[in-house]
């Protein structure tokens, strides 16, 4: 959470909380509950959307697709469970153990990219 207010107003004339959700891809959904040994229902049932919702997102290509709370229930029962959402670029903040691509198109030096994979099956 974080608080935002307008600065030089005292006392300060707006005050709100916010909460700014990542962006979750469908390769983050999908690690993230193989980190937690959690199967799609077992998801949903935590989340409180359907398992359709979560099979949908999680075929997503890149950026995770659905309705914006179902996603943001998503990310909070997976934050809930114990797992960091990382953006691309940004430090961990957690003491925990985890994994991080090192490159932020997916592809290390002897893989290639989705795209690329998705390019040669055409």
Same mark, same amino acid.
């Given at each position: ?12 004339? @707006? ?27 077992? @998801? ?26 179902? @996603? ?28 991080? @691509? ?21």
């Amino acid at each position: 959470m974080f608080d935002i207010s307008i600065q030089g107003a005292y006392p300060p004339i @707006l005050t709100f909380q916010t909460r700014i959700d990542p962006m979750i891809t469908s390769a983050q959904m999908r690690a993230a509950r193989a980190l937690l040994g959690l199967d799609q229902k077992t @998801l949903a049932q935590r989340a409180g959307v359907s398992v359709p919702t979560i099979q949908r997102m999680e075929a997503s290509q890149g950026q995770v697709r659905g309705v914006i709370e179902s @996603l943001t229930r998503v990310i909070d029962a997976l934050d809930s469970a114990g797992v960091e959402l990382l953006a691309e670029g940004v430090p961990s903040t957690g003491e925990g153990r985890g994994v991080r @691509l090192k490159h932020a198109d997916g592809a290390g030096p002897d893989l290639e990219t989705p795209a690329e994979a998705e390019r040669k099956s055409e």
